[in-house]
């Protein structure tokens, strides 16, 4: 469940990314990292994947 949901919220904060909204894309980018700490927390992924990602989308929410 984790994992499913893991990809689904970080798919709508890259395309809240890409439609320019800042507010929205804020709004998903903290769900995708509690979702992803969650996930690492719980050992369904790796905690340094989880670093990875979280890294990538602060990095494209911050080109914005």
Do not use: C, P, W
């Not at 893991?6 to 769900?31: M, N, R």
């Amino acid at each position: 469940f984790l994992r499913g949901y893991e990809q689904e919220i970080i798919l709508f904060e890259a395309a809240a990314v890409e439609s320019g909204d800042k507010a929205a894309a804020q709004t998903q980018l903290v769900q995708a990292v509690k979702v992803l700490d969650k996930t690492a927390s719980k050992g369904v992924i790796h905690k340094n994947l989880a670093a990875r990602k979280k890294s990538a989308l602060y990095r494209s929410f911050n080109q914005m």
